[in-house]
């Protein structure tokens, strides 16, 4: 096992020394020295007469949220084949993924400092969430994105006034690519170089526990940065910290095959792991050469107990029949993984205890020509 190191480290360790140092922001006010510190203990955590993650307000680090678009409050839908299984369905989002909260709250930040150029490096969900709500505030977004990002996507980054350079040949290379050149005055709010979007992300925690009323046993989620991830661990940790719960689920980390590296580093006790070669995949929100919250996904398992499973394509076709035909639910390919990984592994993670949540991340709209390939159009 390494030597622990506190989350700052970690995150260092991560992210590099060019990533944006959230210390330096004046976010003190609200007991709040850094972005993955756990927030003191609320009197109430949510306001009954709020929606959307403005409910956690008094856990946020904002002020207001000023535009929500309705991001939060996604169902939990309990599976219709399985009767230990819950499905959080992020797909009902406002631009149809969980990165809307990230956004709604990033952007939030963004107004209360005056900023008024900010950039994006994604493979395509949180450029086009940012870019509509940047919108909005009158806030300019440049978004850099990989060549291979589905068309869909990058209509829609268009359509919602952001500004697109396609660079690079996937996620990874995008992104050093504007860590390396950040246009003057602009603020990067990269996932894993930008981890105030943590905060958004977290609430996911808080609403399965207001909708269980206690929290479940494991929580499965599929990983490209590992900041999904690490930031659901993150709100029920903090749920635990204030005493609303005595435990954390395990945290069930599905990566691709191959292009796993959180999943690796985890296997081999280590907190980071770079791949050289990976295999082509049709997920493209997760497949990874390198996962830039590698280590606070990692810490993620180690802490609660979880564990990772690696994915191929062919099982992620099945997990996506299955998400349609027999649950009813449209999932963006990537997302389907977490389908897959639950199907393969129903017996080992039936063992975690009776109440498993997967995390349907986003939503299937956006590639339906991708999806089609892979569903049989015939009824019954
Ligand atoms: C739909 C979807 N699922 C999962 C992920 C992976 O999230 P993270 O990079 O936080 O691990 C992404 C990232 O873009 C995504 O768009």
């Given at each position: 096992?390494?030597?622990?190191?506190?989350?700052?480290?970690?995150?260092?360790?991560?992210?590099?020394?060019?990533?944006?140092?959230?210390?330096?922001?004046?976010?003190?006010?609200?007991?709040?020295?850094?972005?993955?510190?756990?927030?003191?203990?609320?009197?109430?955590?949510?306001?009954?007469?709020?929606?959307?993650?403005?409910?956690?307000?008094?856990v946020?680090?904002?002020?207001?949220?000023?535009?929500?678009?309705?991001?939060?409050?996604?169902?939990?839908?309990?599976?219709?084949?399985?009767?230990?299984?819950l499905?959080?369905?992020?797909?009902?989002?406002?631009?149809?993924?969980?990165?809307?909260?990230?956004?709604?709250?990033?952007?939030?930040?963004?107004?209360?400092?005056?900023?008024?150029?900010?950039?994006?490096?994604?493979?395509?969900?949180?450029?086009?969430?940012?870019?509509?709500?940047?919108?909005l505030?009158?806030?300019?977004?440049?978004?850099?994105?990989?060549?291979?990002?589905?068309?869909?996507?990058?209509?829609?980054?268009?359509?919602?006034?952001?500004?697109?350079?396609?660079?690079?040949?996937?996620?990874?290379?995008?992104?050093?690519?504007?860590?390396?050149?950040?246009?003057?005055?602009?603020?990067?709010?990269?996932?894993?170089?930008?981890?105030?979007?943590?905060?958004?992300?977290?609430?996911?925690?808080?609403?399965?526990?207001?909708?269980?009323?206690?929290?479940?046993?494991?929580?499965?989620?599929?990983?490209?940065?590992?900041s999904?991830?690490?930031?659901?661990?993150?709100?029920?940790?903090?749920?635990?910290?204030?005493?609303?719960?005595?435990?954390?689920?395990?945290?069930?980390?599905?990566?691709?095959?191959?292009?796993?590296?959180?999943?690796?580093?985890?296997?081999?006790?280590?907190?980071?792991?770079?791949?050289?070669?990976?295999?082509?995949?049709?997920?493209?929100?997760?497949?990874a050469?390198e996962?830039?919250?590698?280590?606070?996904?990692?810490?993620?398992?180690?802490?609660?107990?979880?564990?990772?499973?690696?994915?191929?394509?062919?099982?992620?076709?099945?997990?996506?029949?299955?998400?349609?035909e027999?649950?009813?639910?449209?999932?963006?390919?990537?997302?389907?993984?977490?389908?897959?990984?639950?199907?393969?592994?129903t017996?080992?993670?039936?063992k975690?205890?009776?109440?498993?949540?997967?995390?349907?991340?986003?939503?299937?709209?956006?590639?339906?020509?991708?999806?089609?390939?892979?569903?049989?159009?015939?009824g019954?």
């Amino acid at each position: 096992m390494p030597s622990a190191k506190s989350l700052v480290e970690y995150e260092e360790l991560t992210t590099g020394s060019r990533a944006f140092d959230m210390r330096s922001l004046p976010i003190a006010r609200k007991g709040y020295d850094s972005c993955i510190a756990h927030m003191p203990k609320p009197e109430r955590l949510f306001d009954v007469g709020k929606h959307g993650i403005s409910r956690y307000l008094s856990v946020l680090p904002v002020g207001e949220i000023l535009i929500s678009l309705g991001e939060g409050e996604t169902p939990l839908i309990q599976s219709k084949v399985f009767s230990n299984l819950l499905i959080k369905n992020e797909g009902m989002n406002p631009t149809g993924s969980f990165k809307d909260r990230e956004s709604a709250l990033t952007l939030a930040y963004a107004q209360e400092q005056g900023w008024k150029e900010l950039a994006i490096a994604s493979s395509g969900n949180a450029a086009l969430s940012g870019a509509l709500y940047a919108r909005l505030y009158g806030i300019h977004m440049t978004c850099y994105i990989p060549k291979n990002t589905s068309k869909g996507k990058l209509q829609m980054i268009e359509l919602f006034g952001g500004r697109s350079h396609e660079v690079g040949q996937d996620y990874e290379e995008s992104y050093h690519y504007l860590l390396d050149n950040l246009p003057t005055g602009s603020i990067n709010i990269t996932s894993g170089a930008f981890s105030l979007r943590s905060e958004g992300a977290k609430t996911i925690a808080y609403e399965i526990w207001e909708d269980m009323g206690s929290v479940p046993d494991a929580v499965i989620c599929c990983a490209g940065n590992g900041s999904a991830l690490a930031s659901i661990y993150h709100g029920f940790a903090e749920l635990k910290e204030w005493g609303f719960t005595d435990k954390v689920p395990a945290m069930i980390c599905v990566q691709i095959k191959g292009a796993d590296p959180i999943n690796q580093a985890w296997k081999r006790d280590e907190w980071i792991r770079v791949l050289d070669d990976i295999p082509a995949s049709e997920c493209e929100a997760i497949v990874a050469k390198e996962s830039f919250c590698c280590a606070k996904a990692v810490h993620a398992l180690r802490e609660s107990g979880g564990f990772g499973i690696s994915v191929t394509d062919d099982q992620v076709i099945s997990g996506l029949q299955h998400a349609v035909e027999r649950e009813g639910i449209l999932p963006e390919f990537s997302s389907a993984s977490v389908f897959a990984a639950f199907l393969e592994n129903t017996e080992r993670i039936a063992k975690l205890g009776e109440k498993i949540v997967i995390i349907n991340t986003g939503n299937g709209l956006k590639e339906i020509d991708l999806l089609s390939k892979f569903l049989n159009s015939s009824g019954l």
